[in-house]
Protein backbone atom coordinates (compact mmCIF):
# COMPACT_ATOMS: atom_id res chain seq x y z
CA UNK A 1 0.00 0.00 0.00
CA UNK A 2 2.78 2.46 0.65
CA UNK A 3 4.57 2.11 -2.73
CA UNK A 4 1.09 2.40 -4.57
CA UNK A 5 0.65 5.58 -2.41
CA UNK A 6 4.37 6.40 -3.58
CA UNK A 7 3.55 5.92 -6.88
CA UNK A 8 0.77 7.93 -7.14
CA UNK A 9 2.03 10.72 -5.86
CA UNK A 10 5.11 10.44 -7.95
CA UNK A 11 2.40 10.39 -10.93
CA UNK A 12 0.77 13.41 -10.11
CA UNK A 13 3.53 15.46 -9.25
CA UNK A 14 5.40 14.60 -12.47
CA UNK A 15 2.06 15.26 -14.64
CA UNK A 16 2.29 18.94 -12.87
CA UNK A 17 5.78 19.21 -13.96
CA UNK A 18 4.92 18.66 -17.11
CA UNK A 19 1.55 20.62 -17.31
CA UNK A 20 3.56 23.46 -16.55
CA UNK A 21 5.91 23.21 -19.03
CA UNK A 22 3.39 22.91 -21.64
CA UNK A 23 1.10 25.30 -20.89
CA UNK A 24 3.59 27.92 -19.76
CA UNK A 25 1.27 30.87 -21.87
CA UNK A 26 -1.72 29.80 -19.84
CA UNK A 27 -3.30 30.51 -16.98
CA UNK A 28 -1.07 28.12 -13.78
CA UNK A 29 -3.10 29.19 -10.91
CA UNK A 30 -2.83 27.17 -7.65
CA UNK A 31 -6.38 25.89 -8.31
CA UNK A 32 -5.57 24.75 -12.15
CA UNK A 33 -2.93 22.94 -11.16
CA UNK A 34 -4.66 21.50 -8.07
CA UNK A 35 -6.81 20.07 -10.41
CA UNK A 36 -4.27 18.85 -12.59
CA UNK A 37 -2.69 16.81 -9.47
CA UNK A 38 -5.70 15.50 -8.22
CA UNK A 39 -4.67 16.85 -4.37
CA UNK A 40 -6.76 18.83 -2.16
CA UNK A 41 -5.72 22.89 -2.93
CA UNK A 42 -5.35 22.90 0.64
CA UNK A 43 -2.11 20.29 0.97
CA UNK A 44 -1.01 19.86 -2.38
CA UNK A 45 1.40 22.96 -2.95
CA UNK A 46 3.30 21.94 0.27
CA UNK A 47 3.51 18.66 -1.40
CA UNK A 48 4.86 20.09 -4.46
CA UNK A 49 7.15 22.32 -2.26
CA UNK A 50 8.34 19.63 -0.35
CA UNK A 51 9.03 16.92 -3.35
CA UNK A 52 10.74 19.47 -6.12
CA UNK A 53 12.32 22.11 -3.19
CA UNK A 54 10.56 25.40 -4.67
CA UNK A 55 7.34 26.93 -5.10
CA UNK A 56 4.97 26.30 -7.87
CA UNK A 57 5.24 30.81 -8.45
CA UNK A 58 9.00 30.30 -8.90
CA UNK A 59 8.70 27.52 -10.69
CA UNK A 60 6.79 28.82 -13.19
CA UNK A 61 8.56 32.36 -12.86
CA UNK A 62 12.01 30.37 -13.13
CA UNK A 63 10.57 29.22 -16.31
CA UNK A 64 8.84 32.33 -17.96
CA UNK A 65 11.99 34.16 -17.40
CA UNK A 66 14.17 31.87 -18.73
CA UNK A 67 12.21 31.86 -21.83
CA UNK A 68 12.05 35.22 -21.95
CA UNK A 69 16.06 35.32 -21.89
CA UNK A 70 16.14 33.37 -24.94
CA UNK A 71 14.20 35.42 -26.84
CA UNK A 72 15.97 38.01 -26.20
CA UNK A 73 19.06 36.60 -26.86
CA UNK A 74 18.11 34.91 -30.66
CA UNK A 75 14.71 36.82 -31.79
CA UNK A 76 13.98 40.65 -32.50
CA UNK A 77 10.69 40.23 -30.34
CA UNK A 78 9.58 43.30 -29.01
CA UNK A 79 10.46 43.76 -25.43
CA UNK A 80 6.65 44.47 -24.19
CA UNK A 81 5.84 40.94 -26.34
CA UNK A 82 8.36 39.37 -24.44
CA UNK A 83 7.28 40.93 -21.24
CA UNK A 84 3.36 39.83 -21.88
CA UNK A 85 4.41 35.90 -22.63
CA UNK A 86 6.30 36.45 -19.72
CA UNK A 87 3.00 36.85 -17.81
CA UNK A 88 3.72 40.30 -16.79
CA UNK A 89 0.90 42.79 -17.14
CA UNK A 90 3.71 45.98 -17.67
CA UNK A 91 7.37 46.49 -18.78
CA UNK A 92 8.34 47.94 -15.42
CA UNK A 93 7.18 44.99 -13.66
CA UNK A 94 8.70 42.69 -15.93
CA UNK A 95 12.11 44.72 -15.92
CA UNK A 96 12.08 44.51 -12.39
CA UNK A 97 11.71 40.93 -12.58
CA UNK A 98 14.09 40.25 -14.80
CA UNK A 99 16.74 42.38 -13.28
CA UNK A 100 16.54 40.69 -9.92
CA UNK A 101 17.34 37.29 -11.84
CA UNK A 102 19.34 37.90 -14.76
CA UNK A 103 21.57 40.93 -12.92
CA UNK A 104 20.95 43.27 -16.23
CA UNK A 105 17.37 45.04 -17.42
CA UNK A 106 15.66 43.73 -20.73
CA UNK A 107 17.25 45.51 -23.19
CA UNK A 108 21.02 45.61 -21.66
CA UNK A 109 20.69 42.03 -21.57
CA UNK A 110 19.25 41.98 -25.55
CA UNK A 111 22.60 44.07 -25.97
CA UNK A 112 25.42 42.88 -24.00
CA UNK A 113 23.80 39.79 -22.19
CA UNK A 114 26.62 36.62 -22.00
CA UNK A 115 25.12 35.40 -25.54
CA UNK A 116 26.65 38.59 -27.24
CA UNK A 117 30.30 37.89 -26.69
CA UNK A 118 30.07 34.91 -29.23
CA UNK A 119 28.33 37.20 -32.04
CA UNK A 120 31.18 39.99 -31.74
CA UNK A 121 33.42 39.61 -35.01
CA UNK A 122 36.70 38.78 -33.52
CA UNK A 123 35.50 36.33 -30.97
CA UNK A 124 38.50 37.24 -28.70
CA UNK A 125 36.27 37.92 -25.99
CA UNK A 126 35.23 34.27 -25.74
CA UNK A 127 38.44 32.91 -25.40
CA UNK A 128 39.13 35.45 -22.69
CA UNK A 129 35.07 34.51 -20.88
CA UNK A 130 35.24 30.75 -22.03
CA UNK A 131 37.76 28.00 -21.78
CA UNK A 132 37.44 24.94 -24.79
CA UNK A 133 39.65 22.11 -24.25
CA UNK A 134 40.29 18.50 -25.60
CA UNK A 135 39.88 15.65 -23.11
CA UNK A 136 39.28 11.82 -23.33
CA UNK A 137 36.51 10.79 -21.98
CA UNK A 138 35.94 7.12 -20.81
CA UNK A 139 32.55 5.44 -22.12
CA UNK A 140 29.95 6.44 -19.72
CA UNK A 141 26.95 4.35 -18.59
CA UNK A 142 23.26 6.22 -18.84
CA UNK A 143 20.17 5.42 -17.03
CA UNK A 144 17.73 8.21 -18.96
CA UNK A 145 14.21 9.02 -19.91
CA UNK A 146 13.58 10.28 -23.39
CA UNK A 147 12.47 14.16 -24.18
CA UNK A 148 10.88 15.03 -27.27
CA UNK A 149 10.25 18.61 -28.56
CA UNK A 150 12.04 21.73 -27.22
CA UNK A 151 15.40 21.31 -25.94
CA UNK A 152 14.46 24.55 -23.91
CA UNK A 153 11.70 22.10 -22.32
CA UNK A 154 13.77 19.20 -21.31
CA UNK A 155 13.29 19.96 -17.45
CA UNK A 156 10.25 18.29 -17.11
CA UNK A 157 12.21 15.52 -18.46
CA UNK A 158 14.65 15.59 -15.81
CA UNK A 159 11.87 15.85 -13.25
CA UNK A 160 10.55 12.32 -14.29
CA UNK A 161 14.08 10.84 -14.28
CA UNK A 162 14.43 12.03 -10.81
CA UNK A 163 10.98 11.23 -9.38
CA UNK A 164 11.17 7.58 -10.59
CA UNK A 165 14.53 7.32 -9.52
CA UNK A 166 13.57 8.16 -6.57
CA UNK A 167 10.51 6.01 -5.96
CA UNK A 168 12.58 3.18 -7.15
CA UNK A 169 15.15 3.91 -4.59
CA UNK A 170 18.21 4.50 -7.34
CA UNK A 171 19.16 8.09 -6.12
CA UNK A 172 22.64 8.11 -5.24
CA UNK A 173 24.54 11.64 -3.79
CA UNK A 174 27.00 11.17 -6.93
CA UNK A 175 25.19 11.26 -9.70
CA UNK A 176 26.11 13.37 -12.55
CA UNK A 177 23.30 14.79 -14.83
CA UNK A 178 23.63 15.07 -18.46
CA UNK A 179 21.72 15.99 -21.16
CA UNK A 180 22.14 13.56 -24.81
CA UNK A 181 21.00 15.83 -27.94
CA UNK A 182 20.29 13.76 -31.17
CA UNK A 183 19.27 16.28 -33.51
CA UNK A 184 20.32 19.98 -34.80
CA UNK A 185 17.78 22.14 -33.40
CA UNK A 186 18.49 24.47 -37.44
CA UNK A 187 17.19 21.47 -39.14
CA UNK A 188 14.87 19.82 -37.11
CA UNK A 189 11.45 21.07 -36.36
CA UNK A 190 11.08 21.76 -32.85
CA UNK A 191 8.52 19.21 -31.98
CA UNK A 192 10.53 16.12 -33.94
CA UNK A 193 13.58 17.25 -31.86
CA UNK A 194 14.95 14.18 -30.12
CA UNK A 195 16.99 13.97 -26.47
CA UNK A 196 18.05 12.10 -23.54
CA UNK A 197 17.87 13.45 -20.00
CA UNK A 198 19.82 11.31 -17.64
CA UNK A 199 22.14 10.16 -15.13
CA UNK A 200 25.42 8.29 -15.07
CA UNK A 201 25.98 5.74 -13.29
CA UNK A 202 28.57 3.62 -12.07
CA UNK A 203 27.63 0.46 -14.27
CA UNK A 204 24.82 -0.53 -16.16
CA UNK A 205 21.35 -1.67 -14.33
CA UNK A 206 18.23 -3.20 -15.20
CA UNK A 207 15.46 -0.63 -15.50
CA UNK A 208 12.09 -0.62 -16.63
CA UNK A 209 10.09 2.18 -18.53
CA UNK A 210 10.26 4.96 -18.52
CA UNK A 211 13.56 4.14 -17.60
CA UNK A 212 15.87 2.94 -19.96
CA UNK A 213 19.81 2.38 -20.39
CA UNK A 214 22.10 4.06 -22.68
CA UNK A 215 25.99 5.12 -23.17
CA UNK A 216 27.88 7.96 -24.13
CA UNK A 217 30.73 6.90 -26.58
CA UNK A 218 34.32 7.07 -25.14
CA UNK A 219 36.87 9.23 -27.03
CA UNK A 220 38.32 12.64 -27.61
CA UNK A 221 35.74 15.39 -27.05
CA UNK A 222 36.26 19.51 -27.29
CA UNK A 223 34.61 20.46 -23.66
CA UNK A 224 34.09 24.05 -23.53
CA UNK A 225 33.20 25.41 -20.47
CA UNK A 226 29.83 27.58 -20.31
CA UNK A 227 28.73 29.86 -17.38
CA UNK A 228 25.06 31.98 -17.67
CA UNK A 229 21.77 31.27 -18.34
CA UNK A 230 20.49 27.94 -20.81
CA UNK A 231 18.87 30.20 -23.18
CA UNK A 232 21.83 31.76 -24.04
CA UNK A 233 24.00 28.68 -25.49
CA UNK A 234 22.63 28.41 -28.96
CA UNK A 235 24.82 31.44 -29.58
CA UNK A 236 28.14 29.01 -27.68
CA UNK A 237 26.84 26.05 -29.60
CA UNK A 238 27.30 28.65 -32.75
CA UNK A 239 30.57 29.39 -32.40
CA UNK A 240 31.92 26.10 -31.02
CA UNK A 241 30.76 24.60 -34.53
CA UNK A 242 31.22 27.71 -36.81
CA UNK A 243 34.42 29.64 -35.32
CA UNK A 244 36.10 26.60 -32.87
CA UNK A 245 35.98 23.57 -34.66
CA UNK A 246 37.19 24.90 -38.41
CA UNK A 247 40.08 26.01 -36.59
CA UNK A 248 41.01 22.98 -34.39
CA UNK A 249 41.95 20.79 -37.07
CA UNK A 250 39.89 18.08 -35.74
CA UNK A 251 37.15 16.26 -37.37
CA UNK A 252 33.60 16.07 -35.71
CA UNK A 253 33.13 12.10 -34.24
CA UNK A 254 29.71 10.16 -35.52
CA UNK A 255 28.68 9.98 -32.08
CA UNK A 256 26.13 13.02 -30.67
CA UNK A 257 27.10 15.84 -28.23
CA UNK A 258 26.41 15.79 -24.53
CA UNK A 259 26.02 18.56 -22.08
CA UNK A 260 26.78 17.65 -17.96
CA UNK A 261 24.91 20.30 -15.43
CA UNK A 262 27.67 20.77 -12.37
CA UNK A 263 24.38 22.87 -10.66
CA UNK A 264 20.59 23.50 -10.43
CA UNK A 265 18.29 26.29 -12.11
CA UNK A 266 16.76 25.47 -8.67
CA UNK A 267 18.69 27.06 -6.23
CA UNK A 268 21.10 28.64 -8.85
CA UNK A 269 20.89 32.08 -10.28
CA UNK A 270 20.70 32.59 -14.10
CA UNK A 271 23.83 33.85 -14.51
CA UNK A 272 25.50 31.24 -12.02
CA UNK A 273 24.28 28.21 -14.19
CA UNK A 274 27.38 26.08 -14.82
CA UNK A 275 27.27 23.38 -18.03
CA UNK A 276 29.96 21.89 -19.78
CA UNK A 277 29.19 20.91 -23.70
CA UNK A 278 30.92 17.78 -24.48
CA UNK A 279 31.77 17.99 -28.81
CA UNK A 280 32.73 14.63 -29.71
CA UNK A 281 35.74 14.45 -32.46
CA UNK A 282 37.65 12.35 -34.34
Not at 3 to 13: C, E, P
Not at 32 to 61: D, K, M, N, Q
Not at 214 to 242: E, F, H, N
Request: hydrophobic letters at 40%; glycine letters at 6%.
Amino acid sequence: MEQATADTYASRLTRVSSYIHDHLDEELSLDVLAGIACLSPYHWHRIYHAHFGETVAATVRRLRLQRAAAHLAHTNMPIPKVAERAGYDSQASFTRAFSAAFGLPPATYREVGSHSVFKAPSHQGVHAMYEVGITHVSPKSLIAVEHHGSYMAIGKSYDLLFTTLAQRGLIRPDLSMVGVYLDDPTSVPEADLRSHAAVVVAEPARVDAPLFTTSIQGGDYAVLKYKGPYGDMRAAYDWLYGQWLPSSGRDVADAPVFEEYLNSPRDTPPTELRTDIYLPLN
